[in-house]
């Protein structure tokens, strides 16, 4: 199993830019597919990036596609979300999620990956 936790979330101002982090716990972290969601306030949680367990493919939702560049070191068991050109729409609580899969699946949706963090909240001055 794998346990997630998030952190570099804040306040900032339109057009600025932070970096988020979700360190792992456990030895199997390099098979693992990992993704960010966001639920900004009062509605849904959304798909915002997944990346493979390599690090090598990445797949982005059309409104951060440009600005969030997605990483991981396996060797340190986190997976990194660099926010930039950030926009007061992008307010909302992120999540990273991890799932092992026999392939990378892109689109898999947030009901099939199993592990979570806790969040951490970013809110976007406009």
């Known amino acids: 199993q794998v346990q997630l936790v998030e952190s570099g979330g804040g306040l900032v101002q339109a057009g600025g830019s932070l970096r988020l982090s979700c360190a792992a716990s456990?030895?199997?972290?390099?098979?693992?597919?990992m993704g960010w969601f966001r639920q900004p306030p009062g509605k849904e949680r959304e798909f915002v990036v997944a990346?493979?367990?390599?690090?090598?493919?990445?797949y982005y939702a059309d409104s951060v596609k440009g600005r969030f560049p997605i990483s991981r070191d396996n060797a340190k068991n986190t997976v990194y979300l660099q926010m930039n050109s950030l926009k007061p729409e992008d307010t909302a609580v992120y999540y990273c999620?991890?799932?092992?899969?026999?392939?990378?699946?892109?689109?898999?949706?947030?009901?099939?990956?199993?592990?979570w963090g806790q969040g951490t909240q970013v809110t976007v001055s406009s």
């Open positions: 990346i493979t367990w390599r690090g090598d493919i990445t």
């Open positions: 456990g030895r199997t972290f390099s098979s693992y597919q």
């Open positions: 999620a991890g799932a092992r899969t026999e392939r990378f699946l892109p689109r898999l949706g947030a009901r099939d990956y199993p592990y």
